[in-house]
């Protein structure tokens, strides 16, 4: 099982990126996924989440009305679209995905690499 992430770049506070994840070997199209991202020195922490419906989302309170989750059950991908970029949002973010089927929250099994974002000031 792969879950392969791109989309991540520099670019200035207040600009967009959009992050990618695409899954293979296994489909992914009734699990939830989600992404998480790590700034260096912290921990972990959550983003944002979709059903495997893709009918119900959740977000981290820092990024709420900026990023919007997405996913495309046919490409078995998830998306992340940033908008209004802040230099905190600098971090490498991880796409990941449930093991379980049917749920409509995220419960992290598998993980990409990771991708780097790093926004500006």
């Known amino acids: 099982v792969q879950l392969q992430a791109s989309g991540g770049g520099l670019v200035q506070a207040g600009g967009s990126l959009r992050l990618s994840c695409e899954a293979s070997?296994?489909?992914?199209?009734?699990?939830?996924m989600g992404w998480f991202r790590q700034a260096p020195g912290k921990e972990r922490e959550f983003v944002a989440a979709?059903?495997?419906?893709?009918?119900?989302?959740y977000y981290a309170g820092s990024v709420k009305g900026r990023f919007t989750i997405s996913r495309d059950n046919v490409k078995n991908a998830v998306y992340l679209q940033m908008n209004s970029l802040k230099p905190e949002d600098t971090a490498t973010y991880y796409c990941?995905?449930?093991?379980?089927?049917?749920?409509?929250?995220?419960?992290?099994?598998?993980w990409g690499q990771g991708t780097q974002v790093t926004v500006s000031s």
């Open positions: 979709i059903s495997w419906s893709g009918s119900v989302k």
């Open positions: 990941a995905a449930d093991r379980r089927s049917d749920s409509d929250s995220l419960d992290p099994h598998y």
């Open positions: 070997g296994r489909t992914f199209i009734r699990t939830a």
